[in-house]
C-alpha cells in the first residue's frame, strides 16, 4: 500500500468560550490554503459546532454519521475552496456532546481512513477541559491555546494549559493572544509573558508564542457576510496577524516521530 505524507494535527482550544477560536481555526485554515497547503479543517466541538456556517457551506451529513456507521469520513468531507476541505462536526446532537473515550478513540482512528493527501489537519475544539476536548487534544501534533486580555480567559487559559501539563510531559504548548488591542505608544503584547512566566513559575513548563490577532471589526462583517477575512477583507491587519502564525507554525519544522496510532490522528500507510 502507497505511503502517503504525514500531514501535520494542530489542535485549537480555549479555556473559555467567546475568544474567537474558531473564527480564528477557519481563518487560519483557509489562508494556509491560499498560501499552497492542502489543509483539512475539523469542526471538534462535539455537539455545537458551527465552522460551517462561518464559512457558508452547507453539509448534509457531519461527524455523527461517521460514528453511527451511516458514512464513512471520505463521503462527508466538503471541499469548501481549492486545496481546503471541511470535515463537519455535529450541532444539536446530545449524544455527541458525551461521547466516552473508546468512542472519542474512534473519531481520532476515522482519519487515517482520508484518502485524500493533505498537509494539515486543524482541529476547532470546543472550549474548556472537557474529556472530548483533553482526548482530542491527546492525539494532535500541535496544541495552540487561544485568549483574550481579559482575566477570565486569562484564568481559564492557564486552567487548560495545567491541565494538560499534567496529562503529558510534551512540549508543544503554543499561544495566540486574539483581539490585540495596539496602541500608538506600545505596540508589544504583554500577555503572552504574562501567562508564560506563570507556567515556568507553578508549572515548570514554558509555552511558546505564534504571535497576536489584531482587534479587527473586519472579523464580524466577514462572519455576517459568511466568509473567511482573506475573502472579505483581504488587505486587513488581521490578515497580516493570521499570515505572521502561519509563518511562525511553518518555522517550528517538521514534528519529530510523527508516527501515527493512537497517539496521533493520522496513521499513513
Do not use: W
Amino acid at each position: 500500500m502507497k505511503m502517503l505524507k504525514q500531514p501535520e494535527v494542530i489542535g485549537i482550544a480555549s479555556g473559555k468560550g467567546g475568544v474567537g477560536k474558531t473564527s480564528i481555526s477557519v481563518n487560519l485554515a483557509r489562508q494556509m490554503a491560499q498560501n499552497g497547503k492542502r489543509v483539512f479543517l475539523f469542526d471538534g466541538d462535539m455537539g455545537l459546532a458551527n465552522a460551517q456556517i462561518s464559512l457558508g457551506v452547507k453539509a448534509k451529513e457531519n461527524i455523527s454519521h461517521v460514528i453511527l456507521g451511516q458514512k464513512n469520513i471520505n463521503e462527508i468531507i466538503v471541499e469548501v475552496s481549492p486545496r481546503f476541505s471541511l470535515v463537519p462536526g455535529a450541532s444539536g446532537v446530545q449524544q455527541m456532546a458525551a461521547l466516552n473515550n473508546i468512542e472519542m478513540a474512534g473519531i481520532v482512528n476515522v482519519f487515517s481512513e482520508i484518502k485524500a493527501e493533505f498537509d494539515f489537519l486543524i482541529i476547532d475544539l470546543a472550549a474548556g477541559i472537557s474529556p472530548s476536548v483533553l482526548t482530542l487534544l491527546d492525539a494532535c501534533h500541535r496544541r495552540v491555546i487561544v485568549v483574550a486580555d481579559e482575566p477570565s480567559s486569562i484564568a481559564d487559559a492557564y486552567g487548560l494549559i495545567k491541565v494538560i501539563c499534567q496529562r503529558s510531559t510534551r512540549t508543544d504548548i503554543l499561544m495566540i493572544e486574539n483581539r490585540f488591542k495596539r496602541h500608538v505608544t506600545d505596540n508589544t503584547p504583554n500577555l503572552f509573558n504574562l501567562i508564560n512566566q506563570v507556567c515556568i513559575k507553578f508549572l515548570d513548563r514554558s509555552i511558546k508564542n505564534l504571535g497576536a490577532i489584531s482587534e479587527d471589526e473586519f472579523f464580524s462583517l466577514a462572519l455576517k457576510d459568511n466568509k473567511a477575512l482573506i475573502d472579505y477583507a483581504p488587505t486587513s491587519n488581521a490578515v497580516k496577524d493570521i499570515q505572521s502564525i502561519i509563518d511562525e507554525i511553518i518555522a517550528l519544522g517538521p514534528i519529530q516521530g510523527m508516527n501515527g496510532g493512537l497517539e496521533f490522528f493520522i496513521d499513513r500507510k
